[in-house]
């Protein structure tokens, strides 16, 4: 098998230079979820030339391109293509400026701080040189490019437009993630790989007036505070060390000047767990909590609490992860292939695995430069020193990052596709 | 007097439907703090044809008229014209709809929450009755249409713009403010009537990163809710209860999505005093509790904590308010006219006095229908049913309100101005 | 009447030495409320020689003496005879080290922490001179000494056990108070001088458990500090600055060790105000904030919330306290009789007037050495220096302490008294 | 080795009866940390007649017991007896009503809330088997009765009063205790059990004074509350969900009464780990919380922040669990056998092991009913239903709790023993 990898990805090193290009033109260029209009028309333009059958717009922006290339296995490896509302700090010569309308027709800074970009750049990669030695495999390859992956709904809109009936039902489901790891490595673990994350966003209503006459109103900023602050209970009070779970408070927002008390108050709460008993219980302490703020308030009126969006457990399938792992092995040198610790970041990926019934595998790739990183964990820095994904330092290297990726993606392939004839003379 | 005052108050009912015409333009278009150009633009247009001297543009958008009519005293008469951010619910036809860039360059809804549109029609309504009637009185009256009062600056802004060279120092410096109280009445008193207001900016300085791993962040959020409960104890324990003093937090904003920790918060808190003793120490609290706070959640960062806006304390001078309050009593009988309570509130009025050397006096005019305003007195709603300066639903009604305003600005001005030929004629 | 108090108060200089050995007597052995044994032995022993008609265990420990001398005004001089369960730290070589059992089977300390030892060496000292003086005036003279004024209760409990049986009505009920004042000043005012109190116990329900299982059980302890945290908005945010209250949480109590959460959290809550509007207010405030405080914990049983104890608004008679006051000046003159500012301090003397219809007055008289307090306030160290009622470090200096309160009482006294023959005669 | 143990256990029926009266006696009379006088005192009793040589008053009031049978490995058993100040609500006939004076010098009730007496008890039966067959088995046994574990130091002080030079180097140290899991189960696992665990005094000062005048304080228990809630952050903010930690307040003591603002405040933190990064980094975590929250509040003096106690994390030794392991499926069956779950909770048995350089493995005996326990299971209400150790309602069931305890302890100790002649009889 490794012979087969290698022989596929001998294209590679020629094809750097146009990979780097192409992805520091998606980071000068993010969009927001469900925007992502110029990266999936860069995405087409690119397939365009390689056999793949191609259709865009599915699920909104999302592009799927399949390549049949005879009898066999069907592999789907997917990359999503949005980005953030993060204001870009990495100081890079390609760091974005770009602004964009969110959901809540707010302009806000737009930033490629989750590294999907790069998966972006790793697929495109992986399908050129799959096209390019479509003689040494045979099956089908799916190259699913996903929008909306942050705010989680972007899996099921393809799936909902008919991904499947574009694809087929494929033998496995595979996907990749830059991560905060040093460049050059992969990391997978089976079973629970990520957690699932439910959004929720909060509205508080109190009584506005004017600053100086609290005593008229219902202060929706102290209402908001103090729930911030009881939230904080309940990791540290309502579910047992042993358990994994986050409650964060990504933002708070009430009020625009000091001498007006608002009406309202918003809270956007992240519940990460691992387990679906820990998540009802965490969901369940969030909502009481909320609740009993307003009342101890006097709120003039319940609080809205919305679920927004919910991310599954991402599972990996035990027997396609120990595939994947020996392909990983062989091709990278056991050195360079470690297991992936339990992440308490969420991916909308299990979807697609769940929706047709296929296993499906997510792994890790590095993409921090190994000696900063070596020197950041020799001096117990990581934390300050390694920005990890969603921060607005976050910045992969492009080198090796890009080249490991797209290696990891092809290699993951073709340990379900069968050997072609070009392979077989080759051997 | 109360002949002389009869007399020029004359044409007012001929004059109302006009005044509410006005009014109604003014509510329909509020504008920010020096953004007043449309409100400015209406009043210069209206000053225009009643022989006063018109300068516009004196402190950024300020309009000053005056008045010279003979030798005798000079009396200034001050409205301030600027509206805030807040959302309309007043459910009025008239209501606003308008919206404008704010000065952090956010677009925000505007309203008339605080009744300037009010002030602006009493001293058009009153100036154009002095002109109309200028044989029966003696002196000069300066008409000041002042930017800027609800985030300061404006009475400065016109002081150091020369305002004091075009009218002279004069004789007693007068304004007034439409309040939550019955229409048809005037509330005064002699002494302190409004508060100290200081607006300090804070901006807290986290680390930010994905929301599923707080570990290696420092957040901002958690920052900010604890801050914002701490400061509640300025008041709570370090001010004494016969002493008083607001410290309220109008705005806390940090993040805009679930998922992604922010670096900053912005808390935007104003602080009221009636003591140059108790605001020290209230301000010296905030600053101490802040800094606190961010040391509590190991901020990599001081706070930057910024006084952007200060009103002094607004203090009437004695024997200038007895003669304001004979005055007002004559006009209006004795039940129509009463102590003012000590207001929370504050005004850059004083700034004008201050500036000048002369005596002034404030005073407030009731915008509440007063059969609503008994109803809800009697039933103890008061707090709910009466929306108080700055509330979305405040609105005062048109009638008497204009009326009373009117009467209350000639009345006052007549108590400092000379008796004119045409008014000893009539006598 | 200068003439007759100068008269009465001849012999006072040579009782001074006795007078400040039964203070020091009493401050070494300070009592709690309804355990003041062995201070009322020592004030019947006092009053035993000298005519009165002596009745003991009124109301429990409650000592009432009568002098009837002759048709006149009645008089009644009350002054309070307990102490605070606080450990001294006044260094005094008479420092108090008692102890006692309080109401909870506590073992507590014991100290004179708000000077009612002062209190009642004043009353003995006025009840001795105006006794010997019987011949200057006419009338009678009631002394009251009343266990439980700290936590009321001991007026009600005199007034229930027959005080007015043996007293008959007053024309005036008048007390006083040591007070961090300068001595030798006397501080009053007509109308309302003290605060309205409201002491709430609440215990708080969770459920205990192991300290490294919290996950099993529902936090009292945090319970108890976001009540307590949540309290302090009451006062921030829904009373008006304008308006005096505090509420003040005095004792927090749950758990004895680090590795078991408790199962309940103990409270004591207490609430002053100076209107019954403000008070109604904060307590619902409370009672809201307890109960939701507990629902945002998941309490598995509601709070426990009890008044056990409420002290009446001080309100002194104007008419009574003009003639009062006259009487100070002319005794004292005017520069050492000033208005005393309200106090947020309670009294239950109220009671007494309350339950006779008789018209009643309280005022202050200063403890603090007056240079040392000059200093303090001239260093704007008055907070830090000067130590307040109730605090470990209250000390009131002896002298000239002990004799200004027994001035100002013989002077009030007099004041409503008759002149008798030996005064009339000395005339 | 199964008929070994058979053989040594038959006498454990007819021991039943008494073991459990000696259970019930110990539970009646429970003894605090370094108090266990009558226990201690009934252990050397029990001990007396069984040829041990007995040492007591080691370490304070430990026991030791050493039977020496021979040539052949050292097994040391280790029991701990000391009780726990909490007042029990079990509703046993047997239940504590006892009290006692803790280090703080407060009465305070007692309970066996933590199973102790169970422990005394199974070793007592252990020791009395091991004695009467001792023709059975070759080599020593150490029986430890150790004083003082709930607050650690006693296991530390047996061994500094000589402990190993009793018993000398013994091939393996072995401990168990009774756990919320149902009776008739052992549980185990290899590497960390149980978490360590630091006790954190900390005293905050204030500044007190009179409830009435918080404004001349600085409020100690508004402090403590803000700190309470704060410290919640260091787990939900600072320790990554897939660590694990726990920071309990236990005790929040401040004041006494509601109308004395105290002038300090006393908080008992633990803070529990497994990984001696985080615990170093929560413990950072507290202190720069508690020191910034009294900056705060403008505290007077710093805090005082003390680690009255530590207990290291328990590892069990890999070899020595996997031989343990071996001998309970042989004697109880292998359903009976489980992986314990990693405990939060902590214990000082590594330290014997640790000081002497023997491996030593710690496990858990069941002590619910199995019927009430698979209950509560099914219907999701274990953690109200089935009170875990420390609780007021924790009570093992002393059947078949007694005998199993018994048992793993015998199964365990000849698991290293020798073979004895009477033993090699039988086969």
Redesign the interface.
Known sequence: MTGLADGVLGGLDGMLGDLEECYVDLHRHPELSYQEIRTAARVAERLAGLDYRVTTGVGGTGVVGVLDNGPGPTVLLRADMDA???AELTGLPYASTATAI?GDG?R?PVMH?CGHDMHVTWLLGAARLLAAARADWRGSVAVVFQPAE??GGGAQAMVDDGLFELVGVPDVVLGQHVAPAPAGMVLCRAGTIM?A?D???VRLFG???????????V?P??M???????L????????????????????????????????E?EL???V?SFDQQVRRRALA?VE??V???A????APREPEITVT?SFPITVNDEPATLRLTAAFTDHFGADRVVEA??????EDFGVLGDACGAPSVFWFVGGIDAAAFAEAEATGRL??DV??????HFAPVPHPTIATGVRALVAAALAWLRDGPGDRARA
Request: proline content about 6%.
């Open positions: 953030l509302p993060v969110d707010r806000v701080a942050e705010f957690a994350s959004s929720v966003l009584r506005g007036g004017h600053g100086s006459r609290p005593e008229t109103t202060d900023v102290v908001a505070a103090a729930t911030v602050l009881r904080q209970t309940v990791v540290s009070r309502e579910i047992a060390a042993t358990d994994a779970a986050v409650v964060t408070v990504g933002a708070i927002n009430a009020g625009t000047q000091d001498n007006v008390i608002p009406s108050a956007r709460v992240n990460r302490a009481r909590i609740r009993a703020e009342t101890a308030s006097g969006n610790p339990l992440a308490t970041g969420s934390e300050t920005p990890s994904n969603h921060s607005p």
